[in-house]
């Protein structure tokens, strides 16, 4: 407006003082110019305060960005706060199971957190069984939430093939990542939908479709995969969605969050789609793809999952009849014409108990992972039982087995199973040895192991329970590399076998080792995220002598090697000592650093290791930063150390750290240079004092 205002005038004084020009006229000459003096006096003024206005606005918009920047430099060292509560918590045994399982999960992301910024995750893509993986995916899901309930169902494509080529950790990281973050928002209703899609102008890809019931506004200005920091919960958000969506651009694939029609929360994460070469591995538990079409009967509390069951059942060419938990009483006098009737652990009734024995039809017993774990000993009738989520594979193989079956036969794993041998089977979960220790394992000293298992931290956290035992432990990354270990080596004490595992999966291992007779009476023990009924008979009938559910403890590993491993030497206690005098590090707590890093040694090493690759050479990008006058990308690197060496336990590079992001946000950048001389003699305290450790619990 006032621009407008100005041109008016402006341009009629120019006209005035042409004409004024032409008429010669001195007393309207000077009106002319002191108009055109006023007017530009105007301009010069009403730019000024638009500038004025522009500044501010400008500043306005610094102090947002600036107060935006003072919380995000909190972010990483909220991690690291959260870690150290979680762990005080652990420590002092209150609600011990909730705090262990969060504090896990924090440093498990932690650990990837610094693998992501140091280039380290490489993508290792391998044939796998996407039923395995989803197992895998069910069991970690939970071992980290177990005070909620919840649903969720796996919806896969039918023309899916069962193996899959990928990075079979990765990719369960990622799922259970959102799926995590889904559950912490209180989703009681998750569907994870699997297919394959064709595109013209893009390769095959292979996508995982979340469904939540959130109403998360996903494409909002704020990006839900940054992390950020709660003022109200005093915690940070979203670091599994950042590191989720992290490694699904490294395994060449993308991460979406969006809002449906309905405005519910969905998560769309696909990847390249490349199918196995399949191998003619025996799977001896694995039956024929179709069997004969059935009259099924299904009865589900949930509309959602039934639908979804019922869809599985129509796809391998099934008769269902689906009725909810109110109809079906009313239902009785039909159950008799079914072959099959799927039926919900809660509504086995007196009543429909009496009902069921009056019939011929087999009984498959549904529950829920992820409800209350309840006993209902009516269920006790079923023929089989089965445990949401489960994939279609898994419904055919049940539904196989029941075919095969003696009506009112309690179990399916009493068919077809495997030779396990001479060796004890223990059908039920390893209970704690109380007052272990890691010295305990010594006596365990001339025993041999063989772990096969693909984690490299969780080899790990199993070599360190047991470094200093002297029990010899051989490790193999999957199935085939344990069969080649096998031929070299053939009298190991005792197996512990991985389920999901690229190349060759634990089950199709355990078969293999079965099927030769000088090999028949080591025991097996199946390592597994996911210990189910259905998952646990799975794992006997392949030749299996117990499971144990991960992630490990040290007082179920005890009882089961002293279950095992029979005629123990008597071994005099060797000179080692858990309560030994702490060695002074300089410029490193590792009594701080151990115990924020889920009270875990092997995990605090790894941490140390990973640490000194991403940041060893900080100081000279410190340094270059600030040479080219690139503030925010040093305020940014500085944020992420802030934390990590509280963490570590490294306090004094902490506080160096803390004291350069506050000279950036006062914008005092002349004692930075400073500061980062203290960081780099700090730096090298702290790393000479890591190697010495990492070299002392060698």
């Known amino acids: 407006m006032f621009s407008k205002i100005l041109f008016f005038l402006g341009s009629s004084t120019i006209l005035f003082a042409t004409q004024t020009l032409k008429g010669n006229n001195e007393v309207n000459l000077f009106i002319a110019t002191f108009a055109l003096a006023l007017i530009a006096i105007l301009a010069l003024f009403f730019a000024s305060k638009k500038t004025e206005k522009i500044q501010e606005e400008k500043e306005r918009q610094e102090q947002a960005l600036q107060q935006e920047h003072e919380k995000q430099d909190i972010i990483i060292s909220k991690i690291s706060e959260s870690i150290y509560g979680l762990a005080k918590e652990s420590l002092t045994r209150s609600n011990t199971t909730k705090s262990e399982n969060q504090l896990l999960a924090i440093t498990t992301n ?15 893509k391998q044939p796998l069984k996407l039923s395995n993986l989803l197992n895998d995916v069910a069991g970690t899901l939970r071992t980290n939430i177990k005070e909620k309930e919840f649903e969720l169902i796996y919806n896969i494509q039918e023309q899916l093939e069962k193996e899959i080529v990928s990075d079979t950790l990765n990719l369960s990281k990622v799922l259970v990542n959102i799926l995590l973050f889904c559950v912490e928002n209180d989703s009681e209703h998750l ?38 920091y709660n003022e109200e919960t005093e915690e940070y958000e979203s670091l599994g969605l950042f590191i989720a969506k992290e490694l699904a651009e490294l395994m060449q694939g993308q991460l979406i969050a969006r809002n449906n029609s309905e405005n519910k929360t969905e998560f769309l994460f696909s990847i390249p789609y490349i199918q196995a070469q399949r191998e003619p591995l025996e799977d001896k538990y694995t039956l024929s793809e179709k069997t004969k079409a059935k009259n099924i009967l299904l009865i589900d509390s949930s509309e959602l999952s039934a639908s979804t069951i019922e869809s599985s059942l129509f796809s391998l060419g099934h008769d269902v009849k689906k ?33 069921l024995e009056n019939t011929n039809a087999k009984v498959l017993a549904l529950s829920n992972l992820f409800g209350a774990q309840e006993n209902y000993p009516n269920v006790a009738i079923a023929d089989a039982k089965i445990s949401k989520p489960f994939t279609i594979w898994q419904l055919t193989n049940v539904l196989q087995q029941l075919c095969s079956i003696e009506h009112n036969t309690l179990s399916i794993t009493t068919n077809g199973v495997v030779n396990s041998g001479t060796a004890l089977v223990h059908r039920n979960s390893f209970q704690d040895t109380r007052g272990i220790t890691l010295s305990s394992f010594s006596k ?9 298992e693909d984690n490299n931290i969780n080899q790990k956290v199993f070599i360190g329970v047991l470094n200093k035992s002297s029990v010899k432990i051989d490790i193999a990354n999957h199935g085939k590399e344990a069969l080649k270990l096998l031929e070299q080596h053939r009298e190991y004490d005792l197996i512990f076998m991985d389920i999901n595992m690229p190349i060759m999966d634990g089950y199709t291992t355990a078969i ?23 998952e646990v008979a799975k794992m006997f009938a392949s030749g299996m002598n117990g499971y144990m559910s991960k992630p490990l403890q040290k007082e179920k590993l005890y009882t089961a090697l002293s279950l095992f491993i029979d005629n123990v030497e008597k071994h ?16 490193l707590n590792t009594t701080l650093g151990v115990a924020k ?57 902490n506080k160096i750290v803390i004291d350069i992001l506050q000279k950036l946000s006062y914008k005092k950048y002349e004692f930075i240079p400073e500061l980062i001389i203290k960081y780099r003699v700090e730096l090298n305290s702290v790393e000479n004092s890591i190697k010495k450790y990492l070299e002392a619990s060698e």
């Open 110 to 124: 932690l650990i990837d957190f610094l693998r992501i910024k140091s280039h380290k995750v490489i993508i290792d």
């Open 191 to 228: 569907i994870l939908k699997i297919e394959k899609s064709s595109l013209a102008a893009k390769d095959d890809q292979l996508s995982f479709l979340i469904h939540s019931d959130l109403e998360i506004d996903a494409e909002g200005e704020e990006n839900i995969f940054q992390f950020h």
């Open 323 to 355: 009725l909810s938990k109110e109809q079906y009483t009313s239902y009785y006098e039909y159950f008799e014409i079914y072959d099959l009737i799927l039926l919900d652990e809660k509504l086995f009734t007196n009543k429909t108990v009496s009902i």
């Open 444 to 452: 365990f000293h001339s025993k041999r192991i063989l772990l096969v």
């Open 512 to 534: 293999k080792i079965r099927e030769q007779a000088d090999l028949n009476d080591i025991p097996i023990i199946a390592l597994s995220a996911l210990t189910s009924s259905d």
């Open 572 to 587: 005099t206690q060797q000179n080692y000592n858990e309560e030994t005098t702490q060695i002074e590090y300089p410029g």
């Open 597 to 653: 890093s889920s009270a875990n040694e092997v995990f605090y090493k790894e941490i140390l290791v990973e640490f000194i690759d991403a940041y060893g050479t900080t100081d000279e990008i410190f340094e270059k930063l600030v040479k080219d006058f690139r503030y925010e990308q040093l305020r940014i690197l500085c944020t992420d150390i802030r934390g990590l060496t509280g963490t570590i336990g490294a306090q004094q590079l």
